[in-house]
């Protein structure tokens, strides 16, 4: 069983950042691509990043592309989402999940585990 738990989430005032931590229990973490995405009210779940489990290759949904940036530390089994100029379109409860091997990072549908999402705010 893998169990993820988000940190960092909070309240930033719009142009300001935050970095989001995940924190993995297991000792394949480094053997697995992990991804990060947010879901606001009455919206679906939104990829917004994915790291390759060497941290060798990552991918952005065009949304964050150039404000976020992830990466991972696999010797302390944690991947980590740092958000730069915020803006009032970025609240939302943000998500950390493992990736199923071989599968795509966009869709929700090919991550197996999630963590309890961390509550992002930002106020204008």
């Known amino acids: 069983q893998v169990q993820l738990v988000e940190s960092g989430g909070g309240l930033v005032q719009a142009g300001g950042s935050l970095r989001l931590s995940c924190a993995a229990s297991?000792?394949?973490?480094?053997?697995?691509?992990m991804g990060w995405f947010r879901q606001a009210p009455g919206k679906d779940r939104e990829f917004l990043a994915g790291?390759?489990?060497?941290?060798?290759?990552?991918y952005y949904a065009d949304s964050v592309k150039g404000r976020f940036t992830i990466s991972r530390e696999n010797a302390k089994n944690t991947v980590y989402l740092q958000m730069n100029s915020l803006n009032p379109e970025d609240p939302a409860v943000y998500y950390c999940?493992?990736?199923?091997?071989?599968?795509?990072?966009?869709?929700?549908?090919?991550?197996?585990?999630w963590g309890q999402g961390t509550q992002v705010t930002v106020s204008s």
């Open positions: 999940a493992r990736r199923r091997l071989g599968g795509s990072y966009l869709s929700a549908d090919e991550y197996d585990y």
């Open positions: 790291i390759s489990g060497s941290g060798s290759s990552t």
């Open positions: 297991g000792r394949t973490f480094s053997g697995y691509a």
